[in-house]
């Protein structure tokens, strides 16, 4: 029978997690986030593509699949577009959300293969 960790001990694992992504990616990360057991980094939009590659080849990540992209619109923020990129290793059987912002004059970098 599989346990399920408690809420303090994922959180902890989440932290260290991310933790050891800032430190990969230090010119890019500039938060992490845990909201419900999940995981989310802050990048600014010039650094997706570079941090999607990296977070895909890298061997403590291969998230290999996007799940899906999405965005949310705030209106009345300077920055008012909130980008969300939600990634899944299936070798680590982990999720990842990515997320940053951006507006209605800043083009945001493509990312495909």
């Known amino acids: 029978m599989r346990r399920l960790m408690s809420t303090d001990v994922?959180?902890?694992?989440?932290?260290?997690?991310?933790?050891?992504l800032i430190?990969?990616?230090?010119?890019h990360i500039q938060k992490i986030s845990i909201?419900?057991?999940e995981l989310s980094i802050h990048v600014p939009a010039t650094s997706i593509p570079a941090v999607l590659e990296t977070l895909r080849d890298h061997p403590d990540c291969k998230y290999a699949q996007l799940m899906e992209m999405t965005a949310?619109?705030?209106p009345g923020k300077e920055h008012r577009f909130e980008l969300i990129?939600?990634?899944l290793s299936v070798e680590y059987n982990s999720r990842?959300?990515?997320k940053s912002w951006t507006d209605e004059t800043q083009t945001v970098p493509s990312v495909s293969h």
């Open 10 to 20: 994922a959180t902890a694992a989440l932290t260290r997690y991310g933790n050891h």
């Open 23 to 27: 430190n990969l990616l230090p010119k």
């Open 35 to 37: 909201f419900k057991d």
């Open 72 to 74: 949310v619109d705030w």
């Open 85 to 87: 990129y939600s990634l």
């Open 96 to 98: 990842l959300l990515v």
